[in-house]
């Protein structure tokens, strides 16, 4: 407001004789706990004190003495200490934007860095003669003739016999259908999930003790890819209309905060909260802007990596086309807008935070969590992974049992025990299909008398006959522990009822999330393959990144689930450049775990790339 170490007069008006009748209304404008030099021309505001009969607005119990001879305590008295320091200055401003900016601006030039080494590298093989794939340790591979069968005597996916020298070579097939041209131009949304094989055939090839990715990846590769290009078109429409009123509301209840001047809207850290324009914390909106620029370098590096594989497929490179993981980018580029639309809507929660808002904050985060969930199953099952439509759909269901949560969750207990009953069933049909490969289906008709018999036949069969040792016993190990963690949390949820519904959605998701990726991890190395130095790097930058953002995440500035004094009792100074506070550094490092995050889906399996596809299993 006014240069460093100037005097500042405060005007405190007492009124005598001041008597408030209960049957005339009675107003004030309170100035905000942040004044600002321009809503005061005349460089003087009003501090109003207003000192309430009982504790129950500071966080104190209610009571009242008695019903028909009610008193107030009249003889209260309050020790107050008002303290009354110069804003920071304008050059704070320019400086935290500039180093925030920098800052996320320093992984472009990392990611350009990188590129451009991989590039000379590709180069100097070019000039020695070596077009051989590489792994991405400095060794490379030529392609190999493949026995006519695989493991399990089948021939899917199987490259034929060639007399070509070794180096990269043209494929006649493409996964056992006829070449066709690269555009997906003529294929249709009709054409989506067929397969030449009949249902018996589905059942044969996906029902068998030993998968491999041949196995799971027959469809044609235009189907498939146009089928997950659905995710990215999809999530772009939802985060337009999900955006869009969530931007109006906020706005909403920042302007009723700037013209009332009632502080006791949004829960801000008032020791750390900087203003500018309209925005009573612009320093909480400042740090998300992490997410959007590390969202868009994902984008770029995944658009890299695509036109670099369409390249090969247009060349009818046979690595591109029947060696390593199916290259589908779909669901990437999914990932990408998700993390951007994170910043944008934690930017709109921190412009007003409080209880009924904190749901825009973590809708797209369990989207981030779902679609990674789906990318890492559909890197080894491709052909029958969910598509746009269910996926969406079911985090539309998840959203909607969120703001359920919110409204009911606090006290009602028939809430928990339908959640938690739906959080059961769900695990368990899941479970099923993830068990059986999307092969389990019974069917119902009205002269079928048998469907139960036949359904105790399956159960004492997988189940009871098998129970020693189950036919596919890595997934079932998965199952079972993944089915413990989301009892326990359908349980803990239904005895505790914890108040913050949307934190306990998030957590289930993670949680899931975290130990999907771990059980991949494993079986990946149990399977003799190997992680190349980059994905290693994301990994630990992953798992350093969140354990710092973690920490600066519990410091707890704020909260909304106690009184705005309570709220106001946790609030601490800044910590960086006297303009950012803890929570803002939350924001800076997940944002940077999330980039590690996606790079880790994104490049985990780099190795493959010079491995048979009838060589890589599946679980």
């Not at 309170?30 to 504790?55: H, L, N, T, Y």
């Not at 906020?250 to 925005?279: E, K, M, R």
């Not at 998700?338 to 009924?356: D, F, I, K, T």
């Not at 963690?485 to 914890?498: C, D, E, H, K, T």
């Amino acid at each position: 407001m006014a240069p460093l170490g100037a005097q500042y007069k405060l005007l405190v008006t007492k009124i005598k004789h001041f008597q408030l009748q209960t049957n005339v209304a009675f107003h004030f404008t309170a100035s905000p706990s942040q004044p600002q030099k321009k809503d005061f021309p005349g460089e003087q505001f009003f501090v109003v004190f207003v000192i309430k009969p009982e504790d129950y607005a500071c966080g104190g119990s209610f009571f009242i003495q008695g019903k028909e001879n009610q008193t107030w305590n009249l003889q209260r008295t309050k020790n107050l200490k008002v303290t009354i320091v110069p804003s920071i200055k304008g050059s704070v401003y320019v400086k935290s934007i500039l180093l925030s900016s920098l800052i996320f601006f320093s992984f472009y030039l990392g990611c350009l860095l990188v590129a451009f080494v991989h590039y000379i590298r590709f180069q100097r093989k070019s000039i020695r003669g070596s077009f051989g794939s590489s792994d991405g340790s400095g060794n490379t591979a030529v392609s190999r003739p493949i026995a006519a069968s695989t493991p399990e005597g089948s021939n899917y996916g199987a490259i034929e016999e060639s007399s070509s020298s070794p180096g990269r070579q043209v494929s006649s097939s493409d996964g056992g259908h006829t070449c066709q041209s690269d555009t997906d131009s003529s294929v249709e949304e009709s054409d989506f999930d067929t397969m030449p094989d009949i249902e018996s055939d589905k059942n044969v090839i996906r029902t068998k003790m030993f998968l491999y990715l041949s196995d799971l990846s027959r469809k044609d590769r235009r189907i498939v890819s146009k089928k997950y290009k659905i995710y990215f078109w999809n999530i772009i429409t939802i985060a337009v209309f999900y955006a869009l009123p969530v931007i109006q509301l906020v706005i909403t209840y920042q302007t009723v905060a700037n013209v009332t001047g009632n502080q006791d809207i949004c829960y801000y850290n008032f020791l750390c909260a900087h203003p500018l324009g309209v925005l009573s914390a612009f320093n909480n909106i400042l740090s998300n802007l992490g997410h959007v620029l590390l969202g868009f370098l994902f984008l770029l590096i995944v658009l890299r990596r695509d036109i670099l594989h369409r390249r090969a497929l247009e060349a009818k490179d046979i690595f591109a086309m029947e060696y390593g993981i199916p290259k589908h980018f779909g669901v990437f580029y999914a990932m990408g807008i998700a993390l951007m639309m994170e910043g944008v809507l934690s930017a709109c929660y921190h412009v007003c935070p409080n209880y009924s808002n904190f749901q825009f904050d973590t809708s797209f985060m369990y989207m981030i969590a779902g679609l990674c969930m789906l990318k890492l199953y559909q890197t080894r099952h491709p052909d029958i992974n969910a598509s746009a439509y269910s996926a969406y759909a079911s985090f539309a269901v998840v959203i909607t049992l969120t703001v359920l949560g919110v409204v009911f969750g606090k006290n009602d207990l028939w809430f928990w025990v339908i959640f938690s009953a739906i959080h059961i069933l769900a695990s368990l049909a899941l479970s099923t299909q993830i068990y059986y490969m999307g092969r389990f289906k019974i069917v119902v008709s009205s002269t079928d008398l048998g469907i139960f018999r036949r359904a105790a036949l399956v159960f004492y069969t997988d189940f009871v006959q098998q129970c020693s040792r189950p036919l596919y016993m890595d997934r079932m190990v998965l199952l079972i522990v993944g089915n413990l963690v989301n009892w326990s949390f359908a349980l803990f949820g239904l005895i505790y009822r914890p108040r913050d519904f949307a934190s306990y959605m998030l957590g289930i998701f993670i949680c899931n999330l975290l130990l999907y990726l771990a059980f991949y991890i494993i079986m990946k190395l149990r399977s003799s393959e190997k992680l190349l130095p980059i994905p290693l790097f994301c990994i630990v930058a992953t798992a350093v990144m969140w354990a710092a953002a973690l920490y600066f995440f519990f410091q707890n500035l704020s909260t909304w689930e106690g009184t705005p004094a309570e709220s106001r009792e946790k609030n601490r100074e800044c910590i960086l450049l006297d303009f950012f506070d803890d929570h803002d550094i939350w924001h800076f490092l997940s944002a940077t775990a999330l980039f590690f995050s996606f790079l880790v889906l994104l490049t985990l399996d780099d190795d493959l790339d010079v491995v048979r596809r009838d060589q890589i299993p599946v679980f």
